[in-house]
């Protein structure tokens, strides 16, 4: 179990790594350098050299790279918070502290003020919309895979195929356009604030609506597969006609076999939840992780941009490292492999 677990923890530091460098890589040959993306369009030529010289960006990239590390792993200070400068850059935190992804453009203020509140804003709304698929998946995936061909399950079929073809974008258009426009029931938008005479609960009904429905239909078709499966097992058959109630042989003997595939694919939702959706945050303007980076991306704000990377990637790769451990413990042939 250690080793396992020891290979995936490496596994993860290695990916971490090698995503960091292609993310720094690849802003570092975006138009413009650091020293104007700083400064902005309106400074001089001579400001901007200046700006230049003191954070050496004339250097490789490698020793570009290395320099970004240390300022995130806290070994050195973070240039750009130099007085000198004159650039007015403050952190509560100081210059020198692990985790310093260093200073947002766009909003003026240090990533660790912006990302971390954006990120706990779509945790949030996350952490509802996943309350609520995975019940729903796991109830209406097992009632129609116990009964493959019947109305439940052609029913199941049918909506989860119609529900996942509908991109959120527009599906949301549908929800604003009838609890909004025309019923006037709920707001138009998220914006995590109260205000008359809308409270803070009502604004997240659309936008988990929105996530419920696009993912529902997937996940519960998944399971639904899964169950038909195990059900046509010769242990089902054997257990059935030693006399065995169907219930006991649903939950006992076909539940959890039948949770082996789809465990993975419920696991996924997660990194999808807090990192994919753009487009639910951008039209409910709900102030969340994937609005943020949409809006950095626009706006060329680099430092923001591979903070938001980073944390998404880690936010997979726990997420993956979490699912292979729980695979060892539902499925314990595949400990030793």
Same mark, same amino acid.
Do not use: C
């Given at each position: 179990? +250690?080793?396992?677990? @020891? ?17 720094? /890589?690849?802003? %570092?040959?975006? *138009? ?8 902005? *369009?309106?400074?001089?030529? +001579? ?31 973070? *240039? ?11 952190? /509560? ?8 992804? !260093?200073?947002?453009?766009?909003? &003026? ?17 996350? @952490? ?22 019947? +109305?439940?399950?052609?029913?199941? /079929?049918?909506? @989860? ?6 991109? %959120? ?18 707001? !138009?938008?998220?914006?995590?604030? /109260?205000? %008359? ?19 529902? @239909? ?10 038909? %499966? ?25 539940? &959890? ?49 591979? +903070? ?30």
């Amino acid at each position: 179990m +250690a080793l396992f677990i @020891g290979k995936r923890l490496l596994m993860m530091l290695v990916t971490m790594f090698v995503t960091s460098v292609l993310v720094f /890589s690849l802003l %570092e040959f975006t *138009p413009g350098n650091v020293a104007s993306k700083t400064l902005g *369009p309106y400074a001089t030529q +001579a400001q901007k050299e200046i700006l230049y010289n003191k954070l050496n960006l004339d250097d490789s990239l490698a020793v570009r790279y290395v320099r970004w590390i240390s300022v995130l792993s806290g070994i050195i200070k973070d *240039p750009v918070y130099d007085p000198d400068l004159k650039l007015g850059y403050k952190d /509560s935190r100081g210059d020198q502290y692990f985790g310093n992804f !260093g200073w947002s453009l766009k909003y &003026r203020l240090p990533v660790n003020d912006i990302m971390w509140r954006r990120l706990g804003n779509t945790m949030i709304l996350a @952490g509802v919309a996943f309350a609520i698929i995975v019940p729903l998946s796991l109830v209406f995936g097992v009632l129609s895979g116990m009964r493959e061909g019947s +109305a439940l399950d052609r029913s199941l /079929s049918y909506t @989860g195929i119609t529900l996942t073809s509908i991109p %959120e974008f527009a599906s949301a258009t549908f929800l604003l356009v009838i609890f909004v426009l025309m019923l006037g029931w709920l707001p !138009g938008t998220s914006n995590m604030q /109260s205000f %008359e005479p809308w409270s803070w609960a009502s604004q997240m009904v659309l936008p988990v609506l929105v996530l419920v429905l696009y993912d529902f @239909g997937y996940v519960a078709r998944m399971v639904r597969g899964s169950m038909v %499966e195990v059900m046509t097992r010769p242990y089902i058959r054997t257990a059935i006609l030693k006399g065995l109630p169907y219930r006991q042989v649903i939950l006992k003997h076909a539940l &959890r076999n039948a949770l082996i595939a789809p465990f993975t694919v419920i696991l996924l939702q997660i990194p999808f939840l807090i990192t994919g959706v753009v487009v639910t945050e951008t039209v409910f303007s709900y102030p969340g992780f994937g609005k943020m980076l949409l809006e950095a991306a626009l706006f060329g704000d680099t430092a923001l941009i591979e +903070a938001a990377t980073l944390i998404a990637v880690f936010i997979a790769v726990s997420t993956q490292l979490v699912g292979d451990v729980g695979y060892m413990y539902i499925n314990p042939r595949i400990r030793f492999i």
